[in-house]
């Protein structure tokens, strides 16, 4: 697996999971920010990555 | 009312302890305290992503003075607690610098231990009585 968007989706949905569990204790507000934060992570590196796309560097 | 087993586990527990038990195996402190299901979460979520990154050819770091952001790397790795241990036994975590995954699959070892220490925090103060 080397494609670097599913590694990133990858990464987001880890880092989500364990975020979404630490910050909230019910399943149902678990599942609601978990949700919201990998959308957040997901956007925000395809954003990024459009930004940087014009630099030569 | 009823203590339930998180309230019984914080009056009876030094939270020292659950914290060191927490870092050792992801999850374990939240699942002593009674948070089975946050217990259960971390449990699996963090081996795999530190798993990820080791299958990904990244790299557990040494703890090289010189070099202070190896060290930094080294001391996150070391976050995740016994697998790591396990990994280092198992000659896993060479690293293969040339591989496609490997800065990627070095931010899953890293995030893994920054996460798991999180979670140690969090099973702090849950023992504590702040949570």
């Known amino acids: ?57 | 009312m009823r203590a339930t087993a998180a309230d019984r586990a914080q009056t009876t527990t030094n939270p020292y302890v659950i914290s060191a038990v927490a870092w050792l195996v992801p999850g374990a402190g939240h699942l002593w305290l009674g948070r089975t299901q946050k217990g259960l979460i971390f449990l699996v979520t963090l081996p795999l992503m530190f798993a990820t990154g080791l299958w990904l050819e990244g790299r557990l770091f040494p703890f090289q003075a010189s070099e202070p952001l190896v060290a930094l790397a080294a001391f996150a790795d070391i976050g995740i607690g016994i697998p790591y241990v396990l990994a280092k036994a198992l000659r896993l975590g060479n690293g293969n610098v040339v591989a496609a995954t490997y800065e990627y699959a070095n931010a899953f070892i890293i995030v893994a231990g920054l996460l798991n220490m999180l979670v140690a925090l969090d099973a702090f103060d849950i023992a504590q009585g702040r949570k």
């Open chain 1, 1 to 57: 697996m080397t494609s670097h968007f599913a590694l990133m989706l990858l990464f987001a949905a880890f880092v989500s999971i364990v975020f979404a569990a630490l910050m909230r204790d019910d399943p149902r507000e678990q599942l609601a920010l978990g949700g919201r934060m990998f959308g957040a992570f997901v956007g925000a590196g395809v954003v990024l990555g459009w930004l940087l796309f014009p630099l030569p560097f």
